[in-house]
């Protein structure tokens, strides 16, 4: 195990009826809020008034910033940042998924920021400032409710980039799972794929001596595999949803890290299906998973090994590691596929057309994979048996 250090501010008001708890929590920071929703489902589920009325029983000011779509655009963060900086306001509040609470983030440090927002995705090093955000969750999917991380998309350049600073993890975040109830089969799927790929990405590791993580992980797996049935039987079970829920948190808020090299090629890879393409994120992930995790296998197979035995309980009988490690695999294509993800980009009618581009994309700039470093080719032949 490497040494490392674990810090993780954000504190975390976990199950039914915790909103009653928003006024307090805001008041901490402030009175006046920026509110950041997004394309009109926090208002179906009726917690938009529900937000409103508790900021404004607290004699909380309020402004905002809806309409923010999922691959969530910059420019929604300009817009948010103007705001706040016209009205001094004091904790930007995002509720809804990940793109709503990614943009929130973004305005949060942006606000702090000497120049146009797009530079802090784009410049060497990160924003380290920001002021005080908030989260409300409705989907369990990305983890940004309790790390650091926000994934921006910027439309003219064709580029899905992503800041990481403690600067904005929320000061607080509110989940209850009653919310996720109504997320759209479709984007619980593609929830419960995201989960399972930031676990992949912090699981495929050659750091030796992880025991703890690797387990922590393999635990955050079996679990969604048996919730994910559940939840998709019955999108209202509310202890499945739950479990959901804690298994998104954990999967990114730098617990199952701990001590290890990590990878995030699939992710990088998957960010530019995203910003060429806006396909969502989860349905990337699903089809680019299985392929890398063949793509790079044999740079150690005991991993792959102990992921197809503890996680979906592959016999190694009578069989070499390189079986096992495929059946494994195989297993992994079979459970998304059960679920109904996407399994080729054909599947969004994307073809062959900019699959250099992208492979050039992913690699500019940046040293690509922990599991296998990748080059350009390399990550060309994971689009292409992609296709
Ligand atoms: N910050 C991070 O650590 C991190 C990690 C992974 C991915 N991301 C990024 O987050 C974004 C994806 O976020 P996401 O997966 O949470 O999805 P999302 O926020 O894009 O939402 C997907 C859709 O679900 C709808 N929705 C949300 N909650 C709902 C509810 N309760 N009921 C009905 N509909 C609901 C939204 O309106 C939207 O149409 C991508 O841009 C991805 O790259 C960020």
Redesign the pocket.
Known sequence: MNNFTFHNPTELLFGKGMIKQLGDRVKKFGNSVLLVT?????K??G?YDEVIGILNENGIDIHEVSG?????RIDKVREGVKICRENNVDLVLGV???????TA?SIAAGVKFDGDPWEMFTMDGEPDKAIPVGAV????????EM?G?????NLETNE?L?IHTPAVNPRFSILDPV??????EE?TV??IV?IAA?VYEQYFSHTPGTPVQDRWAESILITLREESKKVLDNPEDYEARANIMLCGTMA?NGLIAMGKETDWAS?AI??EL?AFYDI???GGLAIIFPNWMKYVMDEGLDKFVQYAVRVFGVSTDDKTDREVALEGIEKTRQWFNEMGAPSRLADYNIGEEKLEIMAESAVSNKELGGYKKLTKDDVYQILKMSL
Do not use: M, Q
């Open positions: 997004g394309g009109g489902s926090v179906r589920i917690l923010v779509k999922p691959n969530p809804g998924g990940g793109s709503t609470i990614d983030k969750l409705t989907l369990a999917a990305t983890g940004t790390n991380n926000a994934v921006i998309s899905k992503a919310y996720t109830c109504t997320v759209p984007h593609y929830g995201d930031h990114l992710h998957e960010h995203s969502p994120h989860g």
